[in-house]
């Protein structure tokens, strides 16, 4: 027996490599991209940059933003120009968010328009890759088939910027792990009625990925039991903020906010733009896109409100602009 034990590390070592090597090569789970040219019509356009630059907020990824002001607006000329991560966010690898723009050469200009929605919202590239879900695509997923071509006929309209952006290139083991996390979407997708103020709300919150800066991530996922406390933190560009708790606990969340005071929070940035944003410093810097979604129509903020006042109330107290030597302790 023991003469048959000797092969059983180089054994496994062999299965390992083999599996290892299998899915070196595997392919997401997807479909052909639709078939569609979609119409582009000012409806749709103006509905798709609202989407983009304030619902689903694609602008704060993908837009050349200005991080020495406040909010960080975009830079002019550079909306869709395409964004790479700092090595401080501590992503696995280096991770990029790519040119959007109608350029053929290092943009979209080459995709149809089937490529892109499904690029959307089930996570695949042009060639077949698995995206990064750093794009939510599992949350893009309950996004209607009617947004979601508003938002490409959106993209479609921005001029070309010639800008060449580096490949998205992961560490092992998440460069195979990624290939799990696209699935196609099956059938027409439908948004509730708006007159339902919670499932309306609650299908903008998906749309926005509110979940994933609101809440604090263990090892990649977002902790359980603490879905919207806040408390994660980005470091950026020499400052730090952790996010607030928007949950409905009334010592540390938003329990005890009115709606009209929840309103009020987003509109009252409604004058600020790029031009006149104060600059960024540890008091005040934020990745919130406050000076975007000050201009939502209040009807969409109040559904927002009243999704999350159903929330599970989570006590996290936060500090959400930490003492520089204290943050970077921790």
């Not at 997401?28 to 749709?44: D, K, N, Y």
């Not at 550079?78 to 040119?99: H, Q, S």
């Not at 928007?246 to 009209?260: C, H, R, V």
Request: glycine share 8%; proline share 8%.
């Amino acid at each position: 027996m023991r003469k048959y034990l000797v092969f059983i590390p180089g054994g496994l070592a062999a299965c390992l490599g083999i599996a290892m090597a299998a899915l070196s090569v595997k392919q997401p789970a997807h479909r052909p991209a639709p078939a569609i040219t979609l119409e582009r019509t000012q409806e749709r356009i103006e509905r798709g940059r609202y989407l983009y630059e304030q619902v689903a907020h694609c602008a704060g990824c993908h837009n050349e933003r200005d991080w020495d002001k406040f909010s960080a607006p975009t830079q002019p000329g550079r909306t869709g120009a395409g964004f790479a991560f700092p090595e401080e966010l501590g992503l696995p690898g280096k991770v990029v968010a790519p040119n959007l723009t109608s350029d053929r050469e290092t943009g979209l200009g080459k995709w149809s328009d089937g490529e892109i929605v499904r690029a959307i919202r089930e996570g695949v590239s042009r060639d077949g890759r698995a995206l990064f879900p750093f794009m939510p695509y599992s949350q893009y997923r309950s996004m209607s088939d009617e947004d979601v071509f508003s938002i490409v006929a959106y993209v479609r309209t921005l001029p070309a910027v010639r800008k060449q952006q580096p490949a998205t290139e992961l560490n092992f083991p998440v460069s195979l792990l990624v290939k799990f996390e696209p699935k196609p979407v099956d059938g027409k997708v439908n948004p509730p009625p708006k007159s339902d103020r919670r499932a309306y709300g609650e299908y903008l919150v998906k749309m926005g990925n509110c979940i994933e800066c609101h809440s604090q991530a263990e090892k990649g996922e977002i902790a359980g039991g603490k879905e919207f406390a806040g408390g994660r933190e980005f470091p950026i560009n020499g400052f730090v903020v952790r996010s607030a708790n928007i949950t409905p606990d009334e010592e540390t969340g938003i329990g005890k906010w009115s709606e009209d005071r929840f309103v009020a929070k987003f509109k009252g940035y409604a004058n600020m733009n790029q031009g006149n944003a104060p600059k960024h410093t540890q008091a005040n810097f934020t990745l919130m896109p406050w000076i975007e979604m000050a201009s939502m129509p209040e009807e969409d903020l109040r559904a927002i409100y009243m999704y999350l006042r159903t929330v599970k109330p989570v006590y996290n107290s936060v500090e959400v602009h930490p003492p520089l030597s204290l943050a970077q302790t921790q």
